[in-house]
Each structure stands twice: as C-alpha cells, then as structure tokens.
C-alpha cells in the first residue's frame, strides 16, 4: 500500500494547481494535483503532452474512466467508492494507481483489507497559487 503524506513515511507531495502558469511555481519533476473537471481539461492536456505526472479526484465511477483514459498515474476517489473504483481498475488493466484521501489514521487498515493501491494525507497536497 501507498502512503502519502503520512507523518511515519516520507513521500513525494502532490501541488494543486488551478492553470498551467501555476506549474512553474512547482519543483522539477512534481506531481500535479486536479480535481476532474471540464475547465481543467487543458491542463490535463498540457501535462500529459509535457510528461508531467498527474493525480486526478474524481466523483464518479465515468470520471475514474475518463481520468485514466487520460493519463493519471493516481486516481483519488472517495473511501465510498474506493472498492468498487479499484475493481474497475483491475478489471481494465489501469496503469494509474487508485488512491483515497484519508480523514483518519485508522481508515489505514479498512482501505488495505479491500486492497486499495493507496492513501493520501491532505498535507500531502500543496497549493499552488499563481
């Protein structure tokens, strides 16, 4: 199992940003953070044509498709969701690892019993304002 930002293991950091000028403001080699929406569709474009790695939080079982079609190497769905995104992933041969914000440290156990690739702590994510 994944863990980002977790205060026990050193992880990268995912930047949330809300245009492509932002990305500049973000180290060499980041993994940028988006939530799935139609307005940021040309950044997901800008960031996969530029080889920029991607975590993309979905809604909805047609917004996990769309953000692997897409090129996400992490998709960030709800703990509700979680198995039924993951079997999608297995199912479909995902090359994105699909991973669930937590709220709480004991969600650890729960999210690896239903074998989620991993979990992601809010401090793991930086905003980035342009």
Known sequence: MLLFGHRFIES?????????????????????????????????KHVRVNKI?????????TELIYASSLG?????VSKESAKHSQNIAETYLFDAKIL????DESEIEELATIGVDGVICSNA???ISS
């Open 12 to 44: 990268e950091s995912f930047y949330h940003i809300h245009n492509i000028d932002s990305i500049k403001h973000t180290p060499p080699a980041s993994t940028i953070y988006l939530e799935f929406q139609e307005e940021n569709l040309d950044i997901i």
């Open 125 to 127: 994510i930086i905003k």
């Open 72 to 76: 996400a190497k992490y998709i960030v």
């Open 100 to 103: 669930v914000m937590l709220e």
């Open 53 to 61: 790695d991607i975590a993309i939080k979905v809604s909805n079982i």
